[in-house]
């Protein structure tokens, strides 16, 4: 029997350890209850909703005193650091804090009394406690998601700090915190008001500074310091499919008053700081507000892989709930209109929802002329007629449009050196031109999805003749900027965005699930193995509806006939096996190509696909468990769970080998909120009952053909 170690065991056991007993909900399962609120308590302004704990001690200034994870006991705070801080008019001024500690390494609660003011630091006036409000509008009704919310539940804290200095007077820092209902998460950013007469610059600023205690003391600096157990991020994120790829602000960065520490050298990074790489250098006029970035802080319980890339999950679906939005769509290789109506029949009758027209279909969503625009909205209403959605691809970065108007490097003076080496600055002219004209495409076709290849990736430019940035250090903050307002307006018009890039918290839906394009120019049964791979692999921490992955129906870079599934009736097999693993993971596909299906044949097998995956749509878009990564030496597969759900549980494994495997396996049930037995039906059969065992796994004898797969429905 193969045993499987899981995260429910080391679960179960954090729980005696810390004193709680299993009637203490898990929000992982449960998160009812877990109400946020803020309070003040004396001088000290709490905000909590059980599951974490941050207290602002607002006298003689305001400064974090304390911050606490209340599921496991744990602080976070080994020193008081400033609530931010600002440079302005090249003047660094913190904001809040409270000054006087002898020592770095640990906080008595008996200092905190005798602290001081910074006199050059802004001073805490006065608090505002308020519902949060929706950032982003969203219309959960136009395509099918899984949101629970179009807006997060919890409160905003807003402090108000003003400078005693004359050359200060009428400037207003404001800092907001907001805390989420159910989750031990925590978000923070920081607005600028310029109320005065002065001139002002905001050349930097940090908007969340936290000495957190080290978690090793090596007296030699290791190559890679350990973080402390929180995953932090941003919404100025971008140039990665991932957070930690796109994360701009999250600097882990040594405390040069933390005297105390064993490294030598004092290198210890154990100083969060929320900044940006350079700028913003925005100039704020008289009446003008500045406003930062939000940084996100989500309290993470244990160092286990799968029950933090839960957390992480569930965080998305809270902030960015229009990435749960899933449609079932094709990749079509032409702008034929014939072509394209037919496909758009294929999408009725297999029982697809969107087309998307692919890069090198021949679209052009910068050509806004009448001929251009007619040809599109034609298709368009062809389109909704059919109860289709149509929409299509735009290349912005990774070209080059001219010397006047592409990046301009900094140590060159030339063109190049950028992220795709060249690419058009979105503050130019040129770059505004653009965003207006797809504005005006969408608004004259009705196109309903924008796939935006090489959305802003996060190049500086030093040019200073562009129309909308000065140069060098503001320019990546307005081209951001500009980015951002162009993801709103989309968001607030439905239409759906697909972007290589993690863009979700500004309104994204989906991006790659993280692969290698010439993978797809490999012979099929490779491509199906990689393909699986893939999923596992990019389904941590997002979940399946924001993610996609690719199925090359015609050739893609290259591969011949052995890569390619055209004609695909003569390779059913392949089109079926990659049908399952993606819609089995929740996860769309670009099938990128003229048609859905060439025969009967070829059309029952897809519409016997997507006729499953409706059925069981909810549990498939429900977060995944890893259960066993492809090798291609035995079973592999995964597991979605929902508590709430009626069907709580789907497992689906698969055999890439030539022999039947026939084994007993233990499958975790922590996360679908059984506790004794579940019901489970193999392939749509009859339901058997299984125990549970005292740590919430079942033993089922599976028998999954050769090449070939098996599925399990828990409830």
């Not at 429910?8 to 998160?31: H, M, P, R």
């Not at 509008?137 to 004359?166: M, Q």
């Not at 930062?292 to 309290?299: A, D, K, P, V």
């Not at 996360?671 to 125990?691: C, R, W």
């Amino acid at each position: 029997m193969r045993n499987i170690h899981f995260f429910a065991i080391f679960l179960i056991a954090s729980f005696s350890v810390y004193g709680q007993t299993i009637e203490l909900k898990d929000w992982l399962i449960d998160n009812t209850g877990y109400t946020s609120s803020v309070t003040l308590e004396g001088k000290n302004l709490i905000l909590t909703n059980g599951l974490t704990f941050r207290q602002i001690t607002i006298e003689p200034n305001a400064a974090t005193t304390e911050y606490k994870n209340l599921v496991t006991g744990e602080t976070y705070i080994r020193s008081i650091k400033p609530e931010a801080e600002v440079t302005i008019n090249d003047k660094i001024y913190a904001v809040g804090g409270l000054v006087g500690l002898k020592e770095h390494g640990y906080l008595l609660q008996e200092w905190i009394d005798d602290l001081k003011v910074d006199p050059t630091s802004f001073r805490f006036e006065s608090y505002e406690i308020k519902d949060i409000t929706q950032q982003l509008k969203w219309n959960s009704k136009k395509r099918w998601n899984t949101a629970e919310a179009t807006t997060p539940k919890g409160k905003e804290l807003t402090l108000k700090f003003v400078h005693p200095a004359k050359e200060l007077k009428g400037v207003l820092v404001f800092v907001h915190y907001e805390i989420y209902d159910g989750l031990p998460l925590i978000s923070k950013r920081i607005t600028i008001a310029n109320q005065g007469n002065v001139e002002m610059v905001l050349n930097r600023f940090k908007s969340e500074i936290l000495a957190f205690p080290e978690l090793q003391n090596p007296v030699e600096t290791p190559d890679q310091w350990l973080r402390p157990n929180i995953h932090v991020e941003s919404d100025y994120a971008f140039g990665g499919f991932t957070s930690d790829q796109a994360d701009q602000t999250t600097h882990w960065v040594e405390d040069p008053e933390y005297t105390s520490q064993v490294n030598w050298k004092m290198e210890t990074q154990c100083l969060l700081e929320s900044k940006l790489q350079g700028g913003p250098n925005q100039s704020i006029a008289k009446g003008e507000n500045f406003k930062s970035f939000r940084t996100y802080e989500l309290l993470q319980n244990e160092y286990n892989r799968e029950r933090n890339a839960l957390g992480i999950r569930k965080m998305y679906r809270v902030l960015a709930p229009w990435s749960s939005e899933n449609p079932i769509f094709m990749h079509l290789t032409t702008t034929d209109p014939k072509a394209v109506k037919t496909a758009i029949d294929q999408c009725v009758e297999t029982g697809y929802e969107m087309v998307i027209l692919s890069f090198g279909s021949g679209l052009n969503m910068e050509d806004t002329t009448a001929t251009n625009i007619k040809k599109f909205k034609k298709l368009a209403d062809y389109a909704h007629k059919k109860g289709i959605e149509l929409g299509g691809y735009s290349l912005f970065s990774s070209r080059s449009i001219s010397a006047e108007v592409d990046v301009i490097n900094k140590e060159t003076g030339l063109p190049g050196g950028t992220k795709f080496n060249n690419a058009p600055c979105l503050a130019s002219q040129w770059g505004h031109d653009y965003l207006e004209k797809l504005k005006v495409f969408f608004t004259k076709t009705g196109f309903d999805l924008l796939e935006h290849d090489g959305p802003y990736p996060g190049d500086f430019c030093a040019s200073t003749t562009h129309a909308f940035h000065k140069g060098y250090e503001d320019s990546q903050w307005v081209q951001w900027s500009m980015s951002r307002n162009f993801y709103h307006w989309l968001k607030e018009k439905d239409i759906y965005l697909n972007a290589p890039d993690f863009y979700f918290l500004q309104g994204s839906n989906k991006c790659g699930i993280g692969y290698r394009e010439v993978n797809w120019s490999l012979p099929r049964d490779q491509q199906i193995i990689l393909g699986r791979q893939n999923i596992y692999d990019g389904t941590w921490n997002k979940t399946p509806s924001m993610s996609w992955t690719f199925v090359p129906l015609t050739e893609y870079h290259g591969g011949g006939a052995e890569a390619t599934l055209e004609p695909l009736s003569e390779h059913q097999d392949a089109y079926e096996a990659h049908m399952v693993q993606n819609y089995g993971a929740g996860v769309q596909a670009c099938y990128r190509g003229p048609r859905l299906y060439d025969t009967n044949a070829t059309k029952a097998l897809v519409i016997e696909q997507i006729k499953h995956y409706k059925k069981y749509r909810q549990i498939l878009n429900a977060d995944i468990i890893h259960l066993r990564r492809p090798d291609g030496r035995s079973w592999d597969g995964f597991m979605h769970v929902d508590s709430k759900l009626k069907n709580k549980g789907f497992v689906l494994l698969f055999n890439p080998t030539q022999q039947p495997i026939k084994e007993q396996i233990k499958i975790p049930l922590y996360y679908t909120g059984l506790t004794q037995e579940a019901l489970v039906s193999e392939n749509g059969g009859l339901e058997i009952p299984h125990q549970l065992n005292r740590n919430f796994e079942m033993d089922i004898n599976v028998n999954i053909p050769a090449k070939s797969y098996s599925w399990y429905l828990i409830r």
